[in-house]
Each structure stands twice: as C-alpha cells, then as structure tokens.
C-alpha cells in the first residue's frame, strides 16, 4: 500500500467528521455504490422476500436473519471502497477475485463464530462490538484465516469505547433512516396505491397464542438495505480513521514530505 496514493486526505477524524466524509463520498461515487450494492444486496432481498417470507415471520428470527446476512450483503461494497481508496483504478476482475478468496475466512468467522455469538444472546456485544471491523480486515488486509482474529483483536484495543460510540450513532441512524426512507419509498410508490398509511408497517399481530409478528412492507425491508450501505461507507470511513491513528499514517507521510524536501535542497546545493 502507497500512503501518496490514497484517495482521501490521511489525518485524525473525530466520529462526526467521518460521518461528514461518508455522506460526500456516497455524494461521489453513488453510482459506484448502487452498483456493487445491487451484487450483494438484491440476491438477499429477493431470498428474503420470496423464500424465506421475511415480512410474516417471528421478529426475533428476522432480525437473526438480516444480521447474519449484512456482512455477505455489503462485501462487494467494502471492495469497491477499498479499491476507490487505496488503487489509482478499479478492477472489477480483481474484485470479484478478492471475493472469492474471502469466502473461507466469511464462512468460519461472519456464519459460524457470529452465529453462535448471536445465538447466544450473551455474547451478542461480540459481535457488535468486537467484530466491527471484522469485514474491512478480511476482505481489505486479506489475513491468514489463523491470524485474523489476533489482527482483530489489536484492531479493536484501546478502543472499544469509541467503537461503542459509533455504534450508537449506527443504530440512530438506523432506526431514522429506515423510517424517513420507507416513508419516501411509499410516499412514491403511493402513486398507484389506493391508501397510504405510514405506520401500518410497525403494527404486531396481538394474538397472544401466537409468536410477535412484525408485518411491514417491501419499501421497508429495501429502506434497511439502503440505510445499510450508508452504514457500510461510515464503518469504512471510521476503519481508515482508526488505522490512521494507530499506525501514524499522517506521522509517516509528513517524515516522507520532509525526507523529500532534505534531498531537494541536497541536490541543488
């Protein structure tokens, strides 16, 4: 990795600002995003739709579900910020290559090992919080299968709180934004409905000899999905913040600027 050939200006980030460079890299390169988006995420809205009938299962087993399935949605997107960031051009070959790859170490730590953590209620912050970065290491730093926890583990010391921070604002945003956007969607798609009722979707069915379940509409489930690669941008964003502050990228850029100066005035001397 070329430090000179990041695409993205290497200092410290408070959780705000990479929120704020997350809105205008989406702002940028949508296209971009809606395209590797639609790789991941629309085989799993229709299996979720069609197959499985998401909409009218128990609450608990969908949100299982849709957490298991978000680390496979957004692989393609990870790529494609990887190679927007870090190669002076996009390779789709290499891309899909890369994802190939992936699959053994995703199969052994984002089915089985989040699985059992989810499964498990107790050890759920496991999987929202230690494995935050857990897609960007896989997919971006390509570790041995047997030293990529290790490398999660130095990833997340010292910083679980601020991890614990953006996750907050994660579920914020998640919550508003599923909300704002179904109501855009149905707002457009009301257009050929007869009725528009906006909160039909949080409704439960109250018999009580029956599981709780959540009845909503497909603009709903898209409207998670496309909060979701937002979401995607932002932990992306905040992963490079991390790695910037741990390993002193700017540190490391501003010796090399100054090196280069010391030689330029060497050799004119």
Known sequence: MQLEEIQ????????LECL?????????????LLLTAALGIVP??????????????????????????VPWATLFITLYLGQTTFSPRLSIRRMFEDGLNAIPSFLLFQVIIRGLCVAVCILTPV?????????EILLLEKPPIARAWNRRTA?????MGRILSIRILDLLILCGGTIAVTQLFQAITSLWEDRFDPFYWMQEDLDPMQESVVHFPWQTHLAFWVVIVFLT???????????????????????????ALLRQREGGT
């Open 127 to 135: 999987v929202f919080l230690g494995m935050y970065y857990l897609n």
């Open 233 to 259: 941008v932002f932990r992306f964003v905040s992963y490079l913040d991390c790695r910037i502050r741990r390993e002193g990228w700017d540190v490391d850029l501003k010796l090399r600027a100054q090196t």
């Open 155 to 159: 990833m997340n010391a010292q910083i």
């Open 44 to 69: 799993i809205f229709c299996f979720n739709e069609w197959v499985v009938d998401i909409r009218n299962r128990p609450e608990y087993g969908s949100w299982l579900l849709l957490v298991m399935e």
């Open 8 to 15: 993205l200006a290497i200092r410290p980030r408070t959780i």
């Open 20 to 32: 704020d460079v997350s809105f205008l890299f989406c702002g940028r390169h949508w296209l971009g």
